[in-house]
């Protein structure tokens, strides 16, 4: 079975994704998230719109403030709060669930980190609803770096990982989570074996599509 290093733990659902694809899930952390402990923007926006679990750890939240979770994972991480999940775990389907939820418009958080691909920021502009951007988080290599045990191939989860890994696997299969981490890759001068969308299903479409023998 062929060894898949990526930051997850093993009872994480993408490294369950990994084992159902029929690769063996290797934790594999080079980076961490540090919260920047920013505090909100305005102390009482309509919602939070909360882009990932990191985010849902790290920020300060406005304590009455209902929140908007892209993903089950960060629904979960949010456990204990007033929170409404978008129909695909992508910043698209946060919009429309803000637009069905707030149909007059209103004022709102984005809890996001340093390096978020903005794209709702970009949909809301000149529309009712306001965005105001909140970094509460960043990615940072992790000092020293771990070892890289034995490993087939590597899954960069973020431009940053990609960074960091490109160097460190010259003779393994490099995987992509997402157009820009594939970029990150390619801008550096490393090759990518494969992409896939930033969804637990497609990457174990993208896995099962290669030979794991």
């Known amino acids: 079975m062929k060894r898949l290093g990526l930051a997850r733990a093993q009872d ?3 490294s369950q994704a990994v084992r159902a694809a029929g690769w063996e899930p ?6 961490a998230m540090e919260a920047t402990l920013a505090p909100p923007p305005v102390p009482d926006p309509d919602a939070v719109i909360v882009l ?3 985010a849902a750890r790290l920020a300060l939240l406005p304590a009455q403030a209902p929140c908007l979770a892209q993903g089950e994972a960060t629904a979960r991480a949010l456990a204990g709060r ?3 999940v978008s129909a695909t775990p992508r910043a698209e389907g946060l919009f429309d669930l803000l637009r069905e939820q707030f149909p007059q418009g209103g004022t709102f958080l984005l809890a996001r980190a340093e390096r978020s691909r903005e794209h709702l920021e970009q949909a809301a502009a ?3 609803w306001k965005l105001l951007p909140w970094i509460t988080h960043r990615e940072a290599p992790v000092e020293p770096p771990p070892e890289l045990p034995a490993l087939d191939a590597v899954l960069a989860l973020s431009p940053l990982q990609a960074e960091l ?8 299969l490099r995987f992509a989570w997402g157009q820009r981490t594939q970029r990150a890759f390619l801008q550096a001068g490393y090759p990518v ?7 637990a299903s ?3 479409r993208l896995l099962s599509s290669r030979p794991t023998l």
């Open 26 to 31: 290797v934790p594999l952390f080079l980076t």
């Open 52 to 54: 990932s679990p990191a």
């Open 165 to 172: 890994l490109g160097p460190r696997s010259a003779q393994l």
């Open 126 to 128: 000149g529309t009712p």
């Open 193 to 199: 074996d494969g992409c896939c969308e930033p969804e």
């Open 82 to 84: 007033t929170v409404l």
């Open 202 to 204: 497609a990457l174990q």
């Open 12 to 14: 994480d659902p993408l």
